[in-house]
């Protein structure tokens, strides 16, 4: 809090010194029903200096800085009859420009290769746009395949069994990181240990990576960072969407999948679109020659019906998610006929560990938003969804039976105060989550807190004030006041900026408080693969508390980023340097470090951090050849029962190089290599601690369009994953007695199958 504190005084010093007089005002156009819009993207400058200039923002809006040589303002728009305004203040302005109706322009057609991902220049968050070009740049089947050329999201598998992926940023897990689609909570509670595979690749638009501490409207959840997943949207404009987009994809692994997108403008005023999905697996992996499937068979189908109205200042949206997901892994016999058992004529092998899972998954969300008649700034919007996770999963002698039914609902209304230097959110949300789990360990465990009940009712308020100190610096301050029925009263404060060196160079900060409920098992999931024995140190109330644990996950997040933009050789680059630092009040551990034998359960009281650096260059080294160059550096430690410890599984170091390359001809070749460093092991029954050996992956994909991007299209790739080889050959200690102690498939640091080769094609029809 101190900290915060101080970076808030020094702060509010430093804003008052940069404040300068400035021009603001509005850019707009009137329809022919006297409706007015705002201009994006409209060049302000000063009459005799264009170089003295702004740029209108996404609500028509622009600030520029006093000149005391110069007067007049020219404000020009391409179809429009440019303005000249004489300026005598610093009033704000209100401009309308005219069509160009006196005379048909000929069409002007200006090209710029626009990078695959990029910094949001205008957030004063330090937010990474993944566009569907960088997506493309794999096969992306699910978003825990969407991060392979993006360096700040570690993906691993949570075991060597199950198939289960789990995401890290800033050094933590992935839990830390709320995971939204557009804007609305979804990977999160008993959804966190598959959830990763449950959006599929073709159905993302684009992603927003949010390093840091996340905006207090989204939610008081956001600890790391949050990431954004924009789906495909039902409208079809001359710009973007399209009616039908297909894809189709098999790999050497014997996993083959199918999407479907249909989107149907029905009038001026309705849309929608279906998005389905379906893989299947059905092949016995074993690299290593354990007597352990390395991948779950098993198959996943799933589907979204999303409807749309726009009518004036309304826009309505609403639809409908279901998803099945089955999965059977474990140890396996060749003369057993497996694949009958996803067909639910189950396999009777008796002394085998086998992994059986079955989720079930519905959801209905709506969305409205107002924007007022002549006020473009000022708007409403209401999100509610409800939803419901079943999931059954039994492990060797273990059993899991979890159910969770979530209402969420979140109004936010945003304004300005005087005029639009000083921008407001204000909003209030709810939560509302029921849980059954029932727990039962491999038959070891003296775990004593099943069957578990519990509903957690969170009602909240929150607001959020922009203030545009000068055009070269902008702070956001956030609060958040929830009351959570178990915990009480959390405040959440936060802090963004965005102050300009130049127009080039870029410095953002930001600070904040976090918290979240600990859901032990689902967090954890893979570490009960394992003969383990799982309990809780001290004394809790187990009826009282969700497990017994009478306080949330409560951390601080705070972080600085420097952004330089250049032109070298006429083509353009950036260097960003980042730094964030994670401090715990409070913490539940999943202690398998202390005791090798045992997963120990417990509150931490702060004695946890996480520092996070990392470098990267971006370049387009020759024409369109695009190269990104990554460095970064984790020291995450936690003060166990037994000590001060580095946390297990993470490289302190990491090298990224990514490369792709377009011809003229659309072929696209993509080619992605990361070095890791050395992970501390937790000591096992036959090990001691010890740290893993450091490796390399090279991922790469070759892909050809045919068409037109502007009609039908179509799109053939061919590509392969971890083409060293490198996999981790003790993927499952004690593999031949899974039923004991010293049973472990929860070490996991490395890939644990080998060179992986995919085929594939894309097709849009606009």
């Excluded at 939204?180 to 909570?185: A, D, H, K, S, V």
């Excluded at 079943?390 to 005087?418: E, P, R, T």
């Excluded at 807190?449 to 956001?476: A, C, D």
């Excluded at 958040?480 to 029925?485: C, F, K, L």
Aim: aromatic share 14%; proline share 3%; hydrophobic share 35%.
């Amino acid at each position: 809090m101190k900290k915060l504190l101080t970076l808030v005084f020094i702060l509010s010093t430093f804003c008052l010194f940069c404040q300068s007089k400035i021009v603001r005002g509005v850019v707009m156009e009137e329809s022919q029903k006297g409706v007015f819009f705002p201009l994006v993207g409209t060049p302000v400058y000063w009459l005799g200096n264009p170089s003295l200039g702004a740029v209108t923002d996404t609500s028509g809006v622009f600030t520029i800085a006093m000149q005391p040589e110069y007067n007049k303002l020219i404000v020009s728009y391409l179809g429009y009859k440019s303005d000249t305004i004489l300026v005598k203040g610093t009033e704000k302005l209100r401009i309308i420009l005219a069509s160009q109706n006196s005379k048909e322009l000929s069409e002007v057609e200006i090209t710029e290769r626009i990078s695959s991902s990029s910094i949001n220049a205008l957030s004063a968050l330090n937010t990474k746009i993944m566009t569907e070009k960088e997506l493309f740049k794999a096969a992306c089947c699910n978003l825990s395949e969407s991060f392979e050329t993006n360096p700040s999201v570690d993906v691993n598998f949570a075991d060597a069994v199950t198939g289960a992926k789990q995401i890290s940023m800033l050094g933590l897990s992935g839990i830390y990181t709320q995971i939204t689609t557009e804007n609305m909570p979804d990977i999160r509670g008993l959804g966190s240990a598959y959830g990763l595979s449950y959006i599929p690749g073709p159905w993302i638009e684009s992603i927003q990576v949010t390093k840091g501490i996340g905006s207090v409207a989204n939610g008081y959840e956001s600890i790391t960072g949050q990431i954004n997943i924009e789906l495909k949207k039902p409208e079809i404009t001359v710009k973007k969407g399209e009616k039908v987009y297909a894809n189709t994809y098999v790999n050497s692994f014997g996993r083959v999948e199918a999407n479907l997108n249909i989107a149907t403008k029905i009038n001026q005023k309705w849309s929608t679109a279906t998005l389905l999905h379906g893989d299947n697996m059905q092949t016995v992996m074993d690299f290593n020659k354990d007597n352990f499937m390395d991948m779950p068979m098993g198959r996943q189908i799933n589907a979204i019906n999303r409807w749309k109205y726009e009518n004036k200042n309304w826009v309505v949206q609403f639809g409908g998610k279901l998803l099945l997901d089955e999965r059977f892994g474990g140890q396996y016999q060749y003369n057993d006929s497996l694949s009958q058992h996803i067909g639910h004529q189950k396999v009777n092998l008796p002394e085998l560990y086998k992994i059986e899972n079955l989720t079930q998954r519905g959801e209905l969300f709506s969305k409205i938003g107002y924007v007022f008649p002549n006020k473009k700034y000022k708007s409403m919007g209401l999100q509610i969804s409800f939803l419901e996770h079943n999931q059954n999963q039994s492990f060797g002698g273990g059993l899991y039976k979890g159910n969770q039914q979530n209402v969420y609902a979140n109004f936010i209304y945003q304004s300005i105060i005087g005029n639009t230097n000083h921008k407001c959110r204000i909003g209030t949300s709810f939560i509302e989550d029921k849980y059954f789990e029932y727990f039962k360990s491999n038959g070891i465990s003296n775990t004593k807190y099943s069957p578990l009940k519990r509903t957690e009712i969170v009602p909240g308020v929150f607001g959020e004030y922009t203030w545009v100190i000068s055009p070269k610096l902008t702070v956001i301050c956030g609060l958040r006041a929830d009351y959570h029925n178990y915990f009480g009263l959390q405040i959440s404060p936060r802090l963004h900026g965005k102050y300009d060196l130049s127009e080039k160079t870029h410095i953002r900060f930001s600070g904040g408080r976090g918290f979240r409920t600990a859901n032990i098992i689902a967090d954890n999931f893979g570490y009960f693969i394992s003969g383990r024995t799982d309990f809780f140190t001290g004394n809790y109330e187990i009826d009282k508390y969700p497990y017994g644990i009478s306080t949330p996950e409560i951390a601080w997040n705070y972080g600085l980023s420097f952004v330089q933009d250049f032109r070298l050789n006429y083509r353009k680059g950036n260097i960003t340097l980042d730094f964030y630092r994670t401090d715990f009040e409070k913490q539940v551990v999943a202690d398998i470090i202390s005791d090798y034998t045992k997963i120990q359960y417990y509150v931490l009281s702060g004695q946890s951090y996480a520092n996070s650096f990392q470098a990267e260059f971006n370049y387009e080294l020759a024409k369109r050849l695009d190269i990104r160059l990554a460095y970064r550096f984790y020291d995450v430690q936690t003060k166990y029962i037994s000590g001060w410890q580095q946390r297990p599984f993470i490289s302190k170091h990491r090298f990224f190089v990514n490369a792709s390359y377009e011809t003229r001809s659309k072929f696209k070749f993509d080619a992605t290599l990361n070095w890791n460093g050395p992970k501390l092991l937790p000591q096992t029954v036959e090990y001691a601690q010890k740290y893993s050996p450091d490796f390399i992956t090279v991922n790469a994909q070759l892909s050809k369009s045919f068409g037109s991007e502007q009609k039908h299209w179509f799109d053939m790739y061919i590509g392969g994953e971890n083409l060293t080889g490198f996999r981790q050959d003790l993927a499952i200690i004690n593999a031949q007695n899974p039923f004991n102690q010293g049973f472990d498939a929860a070490q996991i640091w490395a890939p644990i199958t080998g060179a992986m080769i995919y085929v594939g094609g894309r097709y849009k029809w606009k």
